[in-house]
């Protein structure tokens, strides 16, 4: 019986999730498949309850907009992404539906393979959805100051209280709300710039979170998008001097991580990567 991965989110078309999950599938032999499963947050509790748990279904992958949503609705969920508050990998064992979060490993594996040891960095994190709780979560490990800034400013204020009662999340952390003042604060005092919202996702890709007039040499930025590989707000920090991360590698650890949990087996790491590069059109 072939087993099946489902892609949580809504909308997919973005996604080249599939495309990495199969080609890793394929290489190693392994009975399994992944699909894309769009689903509006209306019809997730009983896809959760119902199709999740049928025999053949292996687990999933849970994106925007559910990070948070599926929690409520597993029967277990590991501490990590306890701690995070955000679920982006599903384990179904046997009816059974554990959660976990690999997006924060990802995203650090990615990040410190381009820009080294992050120790100490200054940082501003934009968004407060579960992409950042996991990134935000890991980076206050190790860095000395963290500022969240987001649309909704309770969601980052939330955010900040969590980890505050974490002993290892030793980084000075505060939350603002997301207007022109306060990112010319937090970035004139930073080195790291993330980009965890979906402004600049295909296919509304003229969009940027932050203006060219705020970047400079001195940043490192990176954004979570992947699709397009080259964000407005990418190209606008590669032009102001900055050092710059697609979310690339991000896609790919954190996919290879739900890989391993859902197979028992160690991700083709490069398979996948050659999958998403060949999908997304980047010549190499
Ligand atoms: P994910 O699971 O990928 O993190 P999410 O939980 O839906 O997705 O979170 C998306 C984040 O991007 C949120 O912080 C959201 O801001 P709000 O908390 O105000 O909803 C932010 N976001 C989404 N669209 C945005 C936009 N157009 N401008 C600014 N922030 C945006």
Known sequence: MVKLCYLLGYPLEHSVSGVMHNAAF????????????????????????????????RGASVTIP?????LRHLDEVDPLAMR?????????????????????????????????????????????????????????????????????????????????GY??????LSAKPLNRASLMEALGNSELLVNATPVGMWPRISETPVDAGLLGPRLMVFDIVYNPPRTRLLEMAEAAGAKTLNGLGMLIYQGAEAFRLWTGREAPIEVMRRAVEEALGIQT
Do not use: Q
Request: glycine residues 8%; proline residues 3%.
């Open 66 to 70: 559910h990070k948070m949503r599926v």
């Open 26 to 57: 394929r290489e190693l032999s392994l009975g399994y498949r992944f699909e894309s499963l769009p689903l509006p947050p209306s019809a997730l509790e009983k896809c959760l309850k119902t199709e999740l748990r049928r025999k053949w279904v």
């Open 84 to 164: 995070i508050g955000a679920i982006n990998t599903i384990v179904n064992n046997r009816g059974r539906l554990k959660g976990y979060n690999t997006d924060g490993e990802g995203a650090m594996r990615s990040l410190e393979e381009a820009f080294g040891n992050l120790k100490g960095v200054r940082a501003v994190v934009l968004g407060a959805g579960g992409a950042s709780r996991a990134i935000s979560y890991h980076l206050s490990k190790v860095a000395e100051e963290l500022v969240i800034i987001n649309r909704t400013y309770e969601n980052a204020l939330n955010i900040v209280e969590a980890l505050k």
């Open 167 to 172: 002993p290892e999340c030793r980084a000075s």
